[in-house]
């Protein structure tokens, strides 16, 4: 019986260092598995604050992308605007150059006439010169 005792003395001190063996692995583990929690809680905080600041950009790029189209359309109207005026302009001088054209002519015409009516007087002058001589000489 006493070499049972020792023997089970024996088996219940190997236990003991078994189960002192497993509980210092399973401290070692549990401690490993925290520092690894802390570490992917750290990770996650940095992405989730990453995140957030994508997001602030994001939305900051949303804010300035309206407000370049905004800007864009207000100068695509006032490039229609200055379209439209200068359609107008472009049609005021084709009617204003048309105008010019037919002054052009018309004072043309009065030239021409006046021209005529010119020579006819110098012709007129030309001949109660010749005879006002004829009479001056006959008075002579």
């Known amino acids: 019986v006493a070499m049972e005792t020792v023997s089970l003395e024996h088996q219940i001190q190997s236990v003991q260092r078994h189960i002192a063996f497993l509980k210092k692995e399973q401290m070692e583990l549990l401690h490993d598995l925290h520092l690894e929690i802390l570490r992917l809680q750290k990770h996650c905080s940095e992405l989730t604050h ?45 009617h204003k150059e048309t105008l010019v054209a ?7 015409n009065k030239e021409r006439r006046f021209l005529e009516e010119l020579k006819r007087r110098s012709h007129r002058v030309t001949i109660l010169d010749t005879e006002l001589q004829k009479q001056t000489e006959a008075a002579a």
């Open 50 to 94: 990453d995140l957030e600041i994508k997001e602030l950009e994001a939305r900051q790029q949303d804010v300035l992308d309206r407000e370049l189209e905004e800007k864009c359309r207000a100068m695509e109207a006032q490039l229609q605007e200055k379209e439209k005026d200068n359609l107008e302009l472009r049609k005021e001088l084709r």
């Open 102 to 108: 037919a002054l052009r002519s018309s004072l043309r």
